[in-house]
């Protein structure tokens, strides 16, 4: 099993910048992807930025230039910074780690961002 524990989310105002930490432990060597998804109220859960083991990434097009996803493998964290806010980015933040194949999956219990004036 893999446990994933989410911090950094919050109330922000249009424009500003948060950074979301996950970190994870336990049967971590199962672990090639970290990334975060992203649900809205009433909407699927999407994908936001992924990153592999040797550090490949990729950002959904909405946060492209504005959202940037790194890893520290020696701390199993992955990050996310989100820089010029807007309120549709509001939503439930979720962790995700899986192997290649999603053979092995999991899921952090979540951190609400909420960007509103």
């Known amino acids: 099993q893999v446990q994933l524990v989410e911090s950094g989310g919050g109330l922000v105002q249009p424009g500003g910048s948060l950074r979301l930490s996950c970190t994870a432990s336990g049967t971590i060597f199962r672990i090639n992807v970290m990334g975060w998804y992203r649900q809205a109220p009433g909407k699927q859960r999407d994908m936001v930025a992924t990153i592999t083991r040797d550090g490949s990434t990729n950002h959904a097009d909405s946060v492209k230039g504005r959202f940037a996803i790194s890893r520290d493998n020696a701390k199993n964290t992955v990050y996310l910074q989100m820089n010029s806010l807007k309120p549709e980015d509001t939503g439930v933040y979720f962790c995700?780690?899986?192997?290649?194949?999603?053979?092995?999956?999991?899921w952090g219990q979540g951190t609400q961002v909420t960007v509103s004036s």
């Open positions: 995700n780690a899986h192997s290649l194949g999603w053979e092995y999956s999991y």
